[in-house]
Every structure is written in C-alpha cells, then in structure tokens.
C-alpha cells in the first residue's frame, strides 16, 4: 500500500520536491521562473489577441486556421503545452468546445491555466456525450440549428476557438475587440457579446 494513498495532491507535490531537491535535481530557479509564466505569461488576453488579430487581418486569420502554432508564434506565445496548436473555426451554425477527457490538458501560452470546472470530471464526462445541455447549463443556450461538435485534447494537440466577430463591431479597434473574448470564449463554452451602449 502506498503511503500517499490518503494524502491530497498537494501533500504528494510537496514530498516529491522534496526528494528531487535532496538529489539536486531541481535547477535553480526553476520553480520560481515556472510559476512566473504560470501567473503572469500564460493568460487568456493572449487568446484574446489572437483571436481580435483573426477578426481584422484576413491573411493573418488564414495562418491561424493552416497554422496554429506558427500563428501562436508570432505573438510569442509559445512552450510547454502550447507545441501543437489547432485552431476551430465557429461559424453561425457550429460551435466547437474543448475538453481534454483524460485529464484537463489545454493551451496554456493562450489560454492561461484551465479553470477549476474544465478539470471536473463531471465536465469531462459530460461535455462529450451532452454538449448542448452542458452549454445551456453554463450559461450559452444555442438555437436548436447550432451543431455543437466537442474537441477532446490529446498529446499532439492543442486547441483554440476562433469565434464568429459579433455583428456591430466594425467600428472597433484590434485592441477593442480582444476584450470581447473571454476564457470561455477561448474554450467554447461561450459566444463574444457585444453590445453598443
């Protein structure tokens, strides 16, 4: 019986720092240069940015849909889990939606570190099989003519949802545009909004 059968994941993280530490196996400074880009580099605004980017440079848009890591790259959003990057395509009658069924894989470079719902199983096991009831209960209720196809993440595959440009947003500026897209956006769990007060 393993003597981390009862402890919690942060018990178990701890205890394997610090066995790698007593072996010098840590370098230095890479704990603190890791939770940096966890807390300051890897956010949704990225996702955001390249999305607003897609909606106003067509050329640009098309790189994103052929390649998405390249794309990715120009901004300078790239490292661990953010290798192969897949962009979706929503249009008025599909919307894609992320999962990782397995575990809670995802593009961190673009889309920040994933939401506490998004690991659940109960996301995860649902997502798949009841992607439409799923969405309603999140708060995104599609009309009935809206296909809902789910993207699950595997190992060579990062995902990104490019969404449809709201309508009455031609006016907008890039920057303007990037603060319509949201984490959820990102995911697919929710279409842009735009409203001109």
């Known amino acids: 019986m393993s003597i981390y059968q009862n402890s919690d994941a942060k018990e178990r993280a701890l205890a394997l720092f610090n066995v790698l530490n007593e072996k010098n196996l840590i370098p230095e ?12 580099e890897w956010d949704p605004a ?20 052929t390649n998405g890591t390249l794309a990715c790259e120009q901004f300078g959003y790239t490292g661990p889990q953010g290798e192969y990057i897949v962009a979706l395509e929503n249009t008025p009658t599909l919307q894609n939606v992320i999962v990782c069924s397995l575990c809670s ?11 506490e719902w998004y690991k659940s199983f109960e996301y995860r ?22 296909q809902v196809k789910v993207w699950d993440t595997t190992a060579e ?17 890039e920057e303007e545009l990037a603060k ?4 959820d956006v990102l995911i697919g769990i929710a279409r842009p909004r735009y409203t001109n007060n």
């Open 157 to 173: 595959t990062r995902y990104l949802v490019l969404p449809v440009r709201p309508e009455g947003t031609e006016h907008l500026t």
């Open 180 to 183: 319509l897209v949201t984490k």
């Open 29 to 40: 400074g890479f704990i603190e240069n890791f939770t940096h880009k966890m807390e300051e």
């Open 46 to 65: 990225n996702g955001a940015r390249i999305v607003a980017r897609a909606w106003v440079d067509p050329e640009y848009r098309q790189l994103l849909l």
């Open 105 to 115: 894989c995802t593009n961190w470079p673009v889309l920040g570190l994933p939401p």
């Open 125 to 146: 096991a649902r997502i798949v099989r009841e992607g439409r009831t799923v969405l309603k209960e999140l708060g995104e209720d599609l009309p009935e003519d809206v």
